[in-house]
Every structure is written in structure tokens, then in C-alpha cells.
């Protein structure tokens, strides 16, 4: 089968975006803990790739215009997401646009601290917004630990992400 | 906006390399939450939130005018490339001018022209009837004390750091412990008779080019301060409005 790449293993988190297949260092550190699979594959056989693997329950990660391949598996596979992030999300399109109140699964959109979220943000239901300090061009490349650390944090919690449960303890 | 001061550092026990990229992020983070009109988090290398949301909003579209302590070169390179102002205290005119000189040819390259209300300049002053009276009433007060001259290892481990930068032999003399009378000739305070602090008044701006003054009482004398506040008022300030 081609049009992926898989690392690591755990709960399956499908990842889109421009570098099709090629990890980024982001991708390496969360494959420490869970089944990471890049898809480079044409919306209409994203469907048939996740069947194939077998997997019946997936979170995403998205970049760029990966975002509207992400949304638009959500729309079709809503029982099978988890929850959704997208890292500098590209303009999305009026018909996709339309349909994002449809979308239940949580959404963290991640952009670039000098990006304004005007008119970049989705309207979505269950939409959180952040922003990436230092993120250069490519936030998963300049700050993949900060990336790692939030998807996890966002895709295990969800919605209950807004309340740290890092510890304050400064020496034990 | 500061960066702080480094016994600021000592105190908080906030280690002093870091202080310019903290206050980078932070002043990319405070401008972003003046603006921003919808709750977000905060992804950053020195500060993580994970929903802001202020609230008043500030009155000024986008937000208000920004200053930021200028008297390093870095600092003059990091608000001309933010469009900011900068403000001047505790260094002296002669060190503010060649900084303000510095602040300007880094915002011309990055393709803006600083005015006058973008420089401000902080000086203490006490004002007397006579030039003699003004420097009596300093002279009786104490010398400065600063946690950071008093230990040799606070100041050997702040300036180790690389906390004060390139100019670091600049930086580090700007508020070292002078007469008075040589703290009036680099301007570092205005003392004197009205006469003589409106000429004091005009070099700053002459000389560094700064549209805003920041006055502080030099002194806690009493009913002297009382006086001096008055003077300032009645003798100097209208006279500066027609510099």
C-alpha cells in the first residue's frame, strides 16, 4: 500500500500536510507514544487507506492544506475522530467553510504568534485557538517539543487541556 | 515596558541570559493579548497559557503607544524593528544621545523615522531660588545605595551572564556612583535655579532629541521638594512649552 508512512505505535493520529510522507521532528517525538501515520494520499482514498489499516478510532494532525484534508475526513468519518489539531492552517474554501458547524470533534487551531486569527480561524463548535511563539515558517520544525508537548496534551484531554495538570513543584 | 533591573534578577531569582528573550516573548505576548478579541492560549518558550482573555479592552486602537528601555545597543535594534519608542533612565545625556543616535539609524533601516514623542529621557530634578540653594540641598543627601554595588558576587555574576550585552562597558557604567557635580554636567540630573534647569531641559532635547521628559523628585526634602515641585511648575514648565 503507498500514500503513508507510519511510526511508533499506540492510538492511531493521521497527519497531513505539505511534507506528504516526510516526518517532521514534531512527528518523531509523539511517535514516543502513539501510532503516527503521514498520509500522502488524494482525498478519495484517505477512506479506503484508513479501512485498509484497520483503524476504527483516530485523532488528527494537520498543516497547512492539510487542514482541509483533515476537515473533510472529520465530516465524512465523524464516529472515527478524536480530536483535531491544525498547525497554520491554510484557508479552508467557502464549501468547506459552510459545513464546519457540523464538525462535534474538538479543534485546537495552533497559529503563528505573528499571524492574526482574523479570517484564518475556522468557525468551529468546539474550536481553541493558540498561538505559537517562535514558530518560524515551520512550527513543526522550529518548535517540536512545545508541538509534541501541546498535541498530546490536547488530543489525550480534549476540551479538559484548558486546566494544566503540569506540576508547580520546583524541586521535590 | 522594561527588561528590568539586574537586582530585579537577583531577587526573583530569574537568571539574567535570559532577560532579553523573555521580555521579547513577553512583549510579543502583552501586545497580542491587547488586541486579540477572542480567548486564546499561549504557546512560548519562556511563558505558557492555555486561555487569556483581558478584559477592559484598552481605549487606543490597536493598543497603546509602546516604550521600551533603550540604552543598550540591543534594545535600540529590538524597539526600532517593533516600531516602539524608548525611554532613557539612570545613564547620563552624552550615553542617551549616542543610544537615541543608534535607536534612529536601526529604525531608518528598517524603514521608519522615529519623532521626537518617541524618545523619552527620565531625569530627577530639584529646582531652588538660587544655583547655590539647589546643589546645598542635594549635597545633604546620603549617598545611593544598590543591592548590586553592595555584593561583589551579585555584580561579578550579573555581568558574567551577559546580562549588560556587546556595550558591556557601556552598560555597566551607566549608573556607576559619581559627585553630584558631575551627575548635573552629564545631565544625569537637573539641579539648579529655574533659569538653569530650563537650560539643563533644552540640552536634553537638544542633544538626544527627546520630545518626552520624565521628571522624578530628586529628592525627599520636605517643604525644599514642596518648593522645588512648585518652581518647576510655575518657573520652568511654561517656559519649556515654548522651547
Known sequence: MSGFVELGSGAAILCFGPRGVTPAPAHTLLAETRRVILVDAPGSKVLGLIDALGIARFDILAEGEGAAAALTLALARPDGVGAIVLAAPDPLGPELEGRLGEIAAPVLTLLRATDDA??????????????????????????????????????????????????????? | MMRGTPNEYVTYNVNPSESRARFAEALTLIR????????????????????????????????????????????????AQNRIGIGFAFTTVPMAAKAATHYRAAAHAAGWEPTPEHVIYRAMFHVAPSDEEAFADLSRLPPRVALTDQNAAISEAVLDSGYYGADV????????????????????????????????????????????????????????????????????LPRMREL
Open chain 1, 118 to 172: 482574523d479570517g484564518k480561524l475556522p468557525a468551529l463548535k468546539h474550536g481553541h485557538l493558540m498561538y505559537v511563539y517562535d514558530a518560524g515558517d515551520d512550527m513543526l520544525r522550529a518548535r517540536p517539543e512545545a508541538l509534541a508537548f501541546i498535541v498530546r496534551e490536547f488530543l489525550e484531554r480534549r476540551e479538559l487541556f484548558i486546566v494544566t495538570r503540569e506540576s508547580g513543584v520546583v524541586l521535590p
Open chain 2, 32 to 79: 497580542r493579548a491587547w488586541t486579540e478579541t477572542q480567548p486564546f492560549g499561549w504557546l512560548g518558550r519562556y511563558y505558557q497559557y492555555r486561555a487569556i482573555s483581558i478584559w477592559p479592552r484598552p481605549v487606543q486602537k490597536p493598543h497603546p503607544p509602546i516604550y521600551m528601555s533603550g540604552s543598550s545597543p540591543e534594545a535600540g535594534e529590538f524597539a
Open chain 2, 169 to 236: 562597558a557601556t552598560q555597566a557604567r551607566r549608573n556607576a556612583r559619581r559627585e553630584l557635580a558631575e551627575r548635573i554636567e552629564l545631565g544625569q540630573i537637573i539641579v539648579g535655579a529655574p533659569e538653569t534647569a530650563l537650560r539643563q531641559v533644552r540640552r536634553i532635547r537638544d542633544e538626544l532629541g527627546a520630545g518626552v521628559l520624565d521628571l522624578v523628585v530628586g529628592a525627599q526634602l520636605g517643604e525644599r521638594t514642596l518648593r522645588s515641585i512648585e518652581l518647576f511648575g510655575t518657573k520652568v
